[in-house]
């Protein structure tokens, strides 16, 4: 490679939504590249026509624009290394003018076996079905392979490897790995639609790209060495390779694309911020130093070093991810925690109270938006509580102090104007002290009948500032009614 400038490229296809794996992968090439200056490269690798998902292209710019990721060249940015776009790439034959090499230097040859006897080769490896090539068609003379081209009969193109010796290469992660040959299949490299496979493609455009930071997931620790295969063939220099460990669920296994915190979008939609997601992810297989956890994005380019990219499968824990949202949540400047939160709160109060207000109050509280929904509903209305609620042991209130101090303070309430909190807790402190009674023993009435939760996001003076002096009075009023009804 000519350059030493550090360039790194997320190749995602367009198949779908972007998997947890595949932000990370972004994630990582994204930083290297920042953290030496260098340049993170977007290319989009569509040769799986059948694979293809209508907008996905979308997702992934979507994507990579709200995780803050932007590339320094990509579809809509060419820096000289372009098409950015595989089918686009394909356009100019370099792909089979590349394999048309190999199979000139003899490390690729053109296979015309059709169906019948592709299936009749399947075999059975750890319990999967697959096709082991028996090199059939490397044994066609020059003649018979320009007379089945010329014929146009349908061919693709595949690798030779041999079956003896074997292949080397080393990952910054994994050290030097060595497979023997005999395990390597002559993978395919121009389809028989004239495409090239994925992992033909891959290299070609990496060279063509001057990458020299091929980061992806250890799944591809097995297909490694036909690309260095490939390098070698061609004569060009490899690329330093960075395998990356294997994301599981909390019970080990890989993460489904069915589950629920597969996909960045899914994410989103589940309440978290991109900030966090990201932030996370990036602890998913890499760790700093000083075992800190919270990161910006630009704090996370400063201090990222793939050298300390482990091995050992990483956990998705969502227990840990809404913990770190809510660490985001809580330090979210105001008026972008009201943006956001707007939606969640406006789908269960529809009542004109000041919403920005009880948003204050559940700002520190919550992990994930909507969590907010359950924890404010009682605005809206007040929800069937049981009696029992009023008795409360630490609080020393039972059914009959609570009906008490209910039918005590209804008339000073209906007399006060300034519903305020402070000229609440004023008033109502006035009451406790004269009465000489503990602060709980009034304001635990007073929040139960005022809220009907056990639990709440503020006070009992916080609830009636936001209910109002109507409202609260209501409320007041239907908790004694219901005290008297048990005490009867």
């Keep these: 490679m000519s350059t030493a400038k550090i360039r790194t490229r997320y190749a995602p296809s367009p198949t779908g939504k972007m998997h947890v794996g ?31 998902v209508e907008g996905a292209v979308d997702i992934i710019n979507r994507t990579l624009e709200k995780t803050g990721l932007a590339y320094d060249e990509g579809p809509d940015k060419d820096k000289g290394f372009g098409p950015y776009v595989q089918s686009e790439r ?28 592709l299936e009749s080769l399947k075999q059975e490896v750890a319990g999967k079905e697959i096709v082991v090539y028996d090199k059939h068609c490397l044994g066609l003379s020059k003649e018979e392979v320009e007379e089945k081209l010329a014929a146009g009969l349908p061919y693709v193109i595949r690798q030779n490897v041999p079956r003896e010796g074997t292949t080397t290469f080393k990952d910054e992660i994994y050290g030097e790995i060595t497979v ?10 121009i389809k028989s639609d004239g495409y090239p496979t994925y992992n033909f493609a891959n290299v070609i455009d990496d060279h063509k790209m001057e990458i020299t930071h091929v980061v ?36 080990h296994k890989k993460l489904s694309k069915r589950s629920g915190h597969a996909s960045f979008e899914d994410l989103l939609e589940q309440g978290f911020v991109a900030e966090a997601v990201v932030n996370y992810i990036a602890l998913l297989g890499w760790s700093p130093e000083d075992n800190r956890e919270i990161f910006s994005l630009q704090e996370l380019i400063d201090v990222f070093d ?22 985001y949540l809580k330090a979210m400047e105001p ?72 039918k005590e303070l209804l008339p000073i309430l209906e007399a006060w104007e300034d519903y305020s909190v402070d000229a609440l807790h004023d008033r109502i ?60």
């Design 180 to 189: 023997e040959n005999e395990e390597l299949d002559d993978m395919i490299l």
């Design 22 to 52: 595949n932000l990370r992968t972004a994630l990582y090439e994204f930083l290297i590249a920042k953290h030496e200056d260098g340049d993170f490269i977007l290319r989009i690798e569509d040769t799986d026509q059948e694979r293809f």
């Design 90 to 117: 394909m356009a100019t034959g370099m792909y089979l003018e590349c394999a048309k090499e190999l199979v000139a230097k003899g490390e690729a040859y053109y296979c015309f076996c059709d169906k019948e006897r």
């Design 216 to 251: 992806r997931g250890n799944e591809y620790i097995s297909s490694t060495p036909k690309y260095q295969r490939l390098y070698d063939a061609f004569g060009w220099e490899s690329p330093k390779y960075i395998h990356l460990p294997l994301i599981t669920d909390e019970n």
């Design 335 to 406: 008026e972008k925690f009201y943006e956001m939160a707007m939606p969640y709160i406006k789908e269960v109060i529809k009542k004109p109270l000041d919403l920005k207000k009880i948003l204050d109050m559940v700002k520190t509280r919550i992990e994930v938006f909507p969590d907010i929904a359950p924890m404010v509903d009682f605005f809206e209305e007040l929800p069937e509580y049981d009696v029992a609620m009023y008795t409360h042991k630490k609080m020393k209130t039972n059914s009959e102090n609570s009906l008490t101090v209910l």
């Design 429 to 488: 402190f006035a009451y406790i002290e004269e009465k000489g009674i503990k602060n709980g023993q009034a304001l635990w009435p007073i929040r139960t009948a005022v809220s009907g939760k056990q639990m709440t996001p503020a006070g009992a003076f916080e609830i009636m500032e936001v209910l109002g002096k109507e409202e609260s009075l209501a409320r007041i009023r239907k908790g004694i009614v219901m005290l008297e009804a048990e005490a009867s």
């Design 306 to 327: 793939y050298h300390h990219i482990s091995k050992s499968p990483a956990v998705f824990d969502m227990v840990k991810l809404k913990w770190m949202n809510g660490e």
